[in-house]
């Protein structure tokens, strides 16, 4: 027996000399070694690729690239002022800011970050000590200013700085890896034998609600609105009423994240939400929800307009053009101030704020986006007779685009307020999705019998009223308009001289399928929201019923027609025919650009071949962008430019 035990402790000595035997080995070869030979081991960090983020439909609207940045170890940097010489003539940099560089005592400095490839490949040749390149991330954004505010922008370190990049950072970004290198007598950095080495994990994509095809096409609007009307700046929201999806959230003047650095903080502004503004008229809709829904006035009730003055508490109104008796429809087609307020007077200023609440002023609406307005609407202890009266035709009170937005979808889709609904889901990198944002109701505001009466009230207000340029025929269009004076906020009183126009609606007024939200801020000479803002509001709602493929829901006499002049034979699919239609008045008229948006490629291009004109196609997928424009006059020597997406 005790023999047994002595054999098993020389065993167990043995095993035990061994295993420290075998551990001092390793350290030796992995530390002592390295740091024995005079080098030194660092920690090199592997970039993660941040997340992409998407339209609807899987268009990229941002994306990431690894590209090469140029680093210098000065200490290992053997001539200095040669080193320099030739990384001027490359990076275009000064020669004197690079000596500086170079002569400082370290082991790291950038020299350039996000290199050209031609610029790497150059640097790579010339093989020079104590310098090297470190992969890191570059954010793109292939429409360039499509969306930029709502986008946002990524700072050189990788951070988002703005919009849905900083909203969304810690989604977006990922987990950077790792591995270990030495630092040879050249500066160079290898990897360490032996060492560990961690994976990047790159960042999760966000899917958006918003649509490419519908962002440009109110982005468009938007910039000819502005420019024809000399404006300061405008924003467009399109809204589905149903679910809260926010298909376009366009800003101009334009901003491109991918030059942030060139832009001031109030182009990358996203106006649609930061801005609170008085909206005039516009907000006549929510005191006509108010007196219907509580039943004190009914759309065919009476009352007198004073014919253009109303004296009231020692102030007089006014209206645009005088009216003598006016049903409570009317007050709102045409637009009276005077028979606002008296419809006010009646409802009461306590109802009044109760539905302001509902309808969600003074309130963020919760859109998925940092800076958010909560917009101005002071307590009601502190009305007067007279902020009563000036609410009812909104003045005194301070709004943003998106809750109008969303308060006339509420009005569009039966009497529910939704929470705006911006991001859809997020993905991460291997395609599993993460998260699915549902569409969100916040409360009901009104009924659904006291939303169709409205619905016919502001679908006259198109057809008779202050809102007819926003008119298509074939379609029900519904809307009000709204034209307020902007305040200077040094006196506190009124501009004479500056407004701001707007337009609200929805089609089909019978069942919406879109709300559209139109602010021009300060427009001249003409300052009128039906004149400013609702061809605007016309503009994006064709290109809607033109994408969407919608069906007229009215009799009209203006006839949506096929391609008349390719032949049954020049196109390869008749199917893929029958699903695209053009404005009559455009087909008669060969001298007119057509609108090639949204067509495959193919039937593009038989349409162009068949106008005889010179093409040049970037891309791939359906047209996205064209030039000339839809509409613009050509003749044969015009040169058409097509660009491709997969939307």
């Known amino acids: 027996m005790k023999g047994v035990r002595e054999k098993f402790f020389v065993i167990t000595a043995f095993l035990f000399i061994a295993n420290v035997f075998i551990l001092s080995q390793a350290f030796r070869l992995q530390v002592l070694d390295i740091f024995g030979k005079g080098k030194e081991l660092r920690r090199i960090v592997i970039p993660c690729k941040r997340g992409f983020i998407y ?28 080193v320099a010489k030739i990384l001027a003539r490359i990076l275009r940099i000064k020669y004197r800011v690079l000596l500086n560089c170079l002569k400082r005592r370290g082991e790291f400095i950038w020299i350039k970050r996000w290199l050209t490839p031609q610029e790497a490949d150059e640097i790579e040749k010339m093989d020079l000590d104590g310098l090297n390149f470190r992969p890191e991330n570059k954010r793109s954004y292939p429409h360039n200013s499509l969306a930029g505010q709502v986008l946002g922008f990524v700072g050189i370190d990788g951070l988002g700085l703005e919009g849905l990049e900083k909203r969304y950072d810690h989604v977006l970004q990922g ?61 467009a929201i399109v809204v589905v009423p149903q679910t809260g999806e926010i298909l376009a959230m366009a800003n101009y003047p334009f901003f491109n994240p991918n030059r942030f650095r060139y832009a001031t903080p109030s182009l990358w502004r996203n106006h649609a939400i930061t801005d609170s503004f008085e909206p005039g008229s516009t907000f006549k809709t929510f005191l006509l929800a108010a007196a219907l829904e509580e039943k004190i006035w009914k759309p065919h009730d009476i009352l007198y307009a004073e014919n253009g003055h109303f004296h009231f508490e020692d102030v007089t109104f006014h209206d645009v053009k005088p009216h003598g008796w006016l049903s409570v429809e009317n007050v709102i087609v045409y637009s009276s101030n005077i028979g606002a307020v008296k419809m006010g007077l009646k409802v009461g200023a306590k109802t ?25 609407i002071r307590p009601l202890s502190q009305w007067t007779p007279v902020d009563a009266a000036t609410v009812c035709f909104g003045q005194g009170i301070g709004v943003t685009a998106l809750q109008l937005a969303m308060a006339y ?112 801020d300060e427009p001249h000479p003409i300052h009128y929201g039906g004149v400013v803002a609702a061809p605007a509001f016309k503009e994006i709602a064709q290109h809607i019923i033109w994408q969407w493929q919608l069906e007229p829901t009215e009799p009209t006499k203006i006839k949506m027609a096929k391609v008349n002049y390719l032949s049954q034979k020049s196109l390869e699919s008749v199917d893929e025919e029958k699903q695209f239609v053009f404005d009559h008045s455009v087909l008669q008229n060969k001298g007119v650009m057509p609108d090639l948006r949204g067509l495959p490629l193919r039937l593009a291009l038989r349409i162009l071949q068949k106008m005889k004109l010179q093409v040049k196609i970037e891309g791939t997928g359906r047209v996205f962008q064209q030039s000339p424009a839809p509409g613009a006059k050509i003749d044969a020597n015009t040169e058409c430019f097509l660009r491709l997406g997969e939307n």
């Open 55 to 82: 339209d609807r439909h899987g268009e990229s609207l941002a994306i990431t690239t690894q590209v090469p940045s140029l680093y210098a170890c000065p200490d290992a940097v053997k001539r200095p002022k040669e």
């Open 175 to 235: 987990t950077p890896g790792f591995y270990y290198g030495i630092r040879d007598a050249r500066g160079k950095i290898i990897l360490a034998p032996r060492a560990p080495i961690q994976p990047a994990q790159d960042g999760d994509a966000l899917y958006l609600s918003i649509d490419v095809g519908i962002q440009y096409a109110a982005e468009q609007a938007l910039k000819k609105a502005v420019s024809k009307w000399h404006a300061k700046k405008g924003c």
């Open 352 to 376: 009044i704020y109760e539905y302001i609440k509902k309808f969600g002023f003074s309130q963020k609406t919760g859109v998925e986006l940092l800076g958010e307005s909560p917009g101005l």
């Open 409 to 520: 979808s509420a009005i569009a889709n039966g009497g529910l307020l939704m929470k705006p609904l911006l991001v859809k889901r997020i993905v991460d990198a291997k395609g599993k999705v993460k998260r699915e944002f549902e569409p969100q109701v916040k409360r009901r505001v009104i009924s659904s019998e006291t939303s169709l009466q409205i619905r016919k009230i502001l679908r006259k207000v198109v057809v008779k009223g202050t809102g007819e340029l926003a008119e298509i025929p074939g379609f029900a269009v519904a809307g009000k308009t709204g034209t307020s004076q902007k305040i200077n906020p040094k006196t506190g009183r009124y501009y004479r001289d500056k407004y701001i126009a707007s337009f609200i609606g929805f089609f089909p007024a019978s069942h919406p399928r879109v709300v559209i939200a139109i602010v021009i």
